[in-house]
């Protein structure tokens, strides 16, 4: 009668077991589901400043390449008086707004104006005026005569010619 007895409670527990299991998942799906909820009402104000801040990103973009791209480019002629008229006034005003003159060069002047850079230098401390020829010659005239720096040699006689020392550590970087 014992091992009878112990039959009705095993069925008891096996009962209480799949109910058990049938809770838990309901359970579970609950807490799936209501967790999602709130995860999506985390997300949704975070997605519309998302989208509010790309479309404030994209106005300022667009703002800023409109005010940066030139203007117009003119022909040769103009481009000139253009030019010298910024190099007279130094500043050009466009509706009361400053605008900036830059020349287009090609990288080959650029090598060699870098290369002659330690002699524009030289002239621009001792208050000495040159400008550069179209072939990134330095122009300097001194008492009436036309000198010109071509390369680093007649750069030192310049230098020489207008009083300038050039220090041992500046004859250094023209030797390489």
């Excluded at 509010?52 to 390449?65: G, I, N, P, S, V």
């Excluded at 060069?105 to 330690?118: C, I, Q």
Aim: proline share 3%; glycine share 4%.
């Amino acid at each position: 009668m014992v091992a009878g007895s112990a039959l009705p409670n095993d069925n008891q527990q096996k009962d209480e077991l799949t109910i058990n299991r049938q809770e838990l998942v309901e359970i579970h799906k609950d807490l799936h589901c209501t967790l999602r909820e709130a995860v999506e009402e985390l997300i949704q104000p975070v997605n519309t400043q998302l989208a509010d801040f790309m479309t404030e990103l994209r106005e300022t973009a667009k703002k800023r390449t409109l005010t940066q791209q030139p203007v117009s480019r003119f022909k040769k002629r103009s481009n000139d008086r253009i030019l010298k008229e910024a190099r007279l006034k130094g500043n050009l005003l466009y509706k009361e707004k400053k605008i900036l003159v830059l020349l287009d060069l090609s990288a080959e002047t650029l090598e060699k104006r870098k290369s002659l850079k330690l002699f524009s230098s030289k002239l621009y401390d001792g208050k000495i005026r040159f400008r550069w020829s179209p072939s990134s010659d330095i122009i300097v005239y001194k008492n009436g005569v036309q000198l010109l720096v071509y390369d680093t040699s007649s750069g030192k006689d310049l230098l020489k010619a207008c009083g300038i020392q050039i220090t041992p550590e500046e004859d250094k970087l023209l030797a390489k």
